[in-house]
Every structure is written in structure tokens, then in C-alpha cells.
């Protein structure tokens, strides 16, 4: 199946502070998205993005489908951007099964 | 809309014993996902319905687990003589028909967290 890698695995950034979160995907995908996971453990959807950029406010992602990548910016960091991000595929042939990457975990200290 | 609803959010229970969980799914949603997720890991994934019917199945869903959608509504998932490595957030998830907006858009529940003693 289709294999999804996540770097860095675990990031500490200072409040106000950016980063760049990476996906690198094994296969060609029709579907792609990126996940936030509060520290309660809600997984909550920020991006669906299988090719091109998108952004909704401080956060936006980049997926280059042809170079089997994705990429999620995180702006001004808050404390509240703490938790865990996932990115999850579909790959081309995958029928509807979304794989996801074990994530990485990020801590905003104030 | 609710959201997609899970119960019991948790379940501690007997090595042995049986347990089942249950998903509401968003009601115009005809898509239906169950997945596990371990401390530390990524959710992994169960099985997946479009309406009643039962489409795929991971090799991880052992003939211990079963998983129905009578009616294409809610979902039910039972685990049979639980094991102590079946201790996981049970996580349900759904999403629209083709060709609607948001279609493959996955929306998860807050999960069931099952613990076996």
C-alpha cells in the first residue's frame, strides 16, 4: 500500500514563532488532507488539498502532486496550534481508503 | 447537524468479554470509515461502507471484529473475546456521496476509547 511520511516527527516552537510541516507520499493520490488533532484527541480537518495551494488564515498547504509532496505552513504560532498534524492520502486505485502518516507533534510554548 | 456522535466515548472492559461501539454519522453523509489509533501512531484504517454496503476491510479487522451499517445510517463495531491488544481510540468518520462539495472530506467523531484489563 501506499506509504505516508511525516517530518519533522516533533517540533517545539516559541509563541509568534513559523514552521513548515512536510508530506512526502509514496504514489500517485486523488485525494489528499491534512488533519489537526487536539490535544483531547478531535481530529479535525484543515485542509483538503490534493495539488495546489490553499490557505485559511494563518495556516496554508501546498501539495505538488508530481513531485509526490505536501507541505503545511503555520504562521505566528499560537498555543492553541499545539497538537498533532496528519496528513492522510488516497492514492489513484486506492478506491476510498484514506492511509494517514503517523504525524507530527507540535508543542507552541507561550 | 450534530457532527458524527460516538458511543461510549469510553469502555473499560475484561480481557474476554465483548464490546461494541457505535457511529452516528453526519445524516446527508453516506460514507462511513472506522479506524484505530495507538498512543503515538497515526489512525489506521478499519474498514469503509457507501451507504450499506461494506466496500473494503483492512487485514488488521481479524474475524474477532465485525462491522455493520443497517439501513446506511448509523455503524456499529463489536469486537469479540477482546484482547488486551485491542486497547485503542476507536475512531469513526464520514463524508458526502461523489460529486457533492466536500466529498472526500473526511469528519471524525471524538472517538471510543477502549481499554482492556
Known amino acids: 500500500g501506499i506509504q505516508v511520511e511525516q517530518s519533522p516527527p516533533d517540533l517545539i516552537l516559541q509563541e509568534g514563532a513559523n514552521s513548515t510541516l512536510r508530506c512526502n507520499f509514496s504514489?500517485?493520490?486523488?485525494?489528499l488532507q491534512w488533519f489537526h488533532q487536539n490535544p483531547w484527541g478531535q481530529l479535525i480537518n484543515l485542509f483538503y488539498?490534493?495539488?495546489g495551494t490553499k490557505q485559511n488564515g494563518r495556516l496554508s498547504a501546498t501539495t505538488v502532486a508530481t513531485e509526490r509532496y505536501s507541505l503545511l505552513y503555520i504562521s505566528s504560532s499560537q498555543t492553541t496550534d499545539s497538537g498533532v498534524y496528519f496528513c492522510?492520502?488516497?492514492?489513484?486505485?486506492?478506491?476510498?481508503?484514506?492511509?494517514f502518516g503517523i504525524g507530527t507533534k507540535l508543542q507552541v510554548i507561550p | 447537524d450534530t457532527g458524527v456522535s460516538q458511543n461510549p466515548r469510553h469502555k473499560i472492559t475484561k480481557r474476554g468479554q465483548n464490546v461494541t461501539f457505535r457511529c452516528d454519522p453526519i445524516?446527508?453523509?453516506?460514507?462511513l470509515y472506522w479506524y484505530r489509533q495507538t498512543l503515538g501512531q497515526g489512525p489506521e484504517f478499519l474498514t469503509y461502507f457507501q451507504n450499506e454496503a461494506q466496500l473494503e476491510k483492512s487485514r488488521l479487522l481479524s474475524d474477532r471484529f465485525s462491522a455493520e451499517r443497517p439501513k446506511g445510517s448509523f455503524s456499529t463495531l463489536e469486537i469479540q473475546r477482546t484482547e488486551q491488544g485491542d486497547s485503542a481510540m476507536y475512531l469513526c468518520?464520514?463524508?458526502?456521496?461523489?460529486?457533492?462539495?466536500?466529498?472526500?472530506?473526511?469528519?471524525f467523531g471524538a472517538g471510543s476509547r477502549l481499554t482492556v484489563l
Open positions: 445524516s446527508e453523509h453516506n460514507r
Open positions: 468518520a464520514s463524508s458526502p456521496r461523489d460529486r457533492l462539495i466536500g466529498a472526500n472530506v473526511l469528519t
Open positions: 492522510a492520502v488516497v492514492s489513484i486505485g486506492g478506491y476510498q481508503k484514506v492511509t
Open positions: 504514489d500517485s493520490v486523488n485525494n
Open positions: 488539498i490534493p495539488s
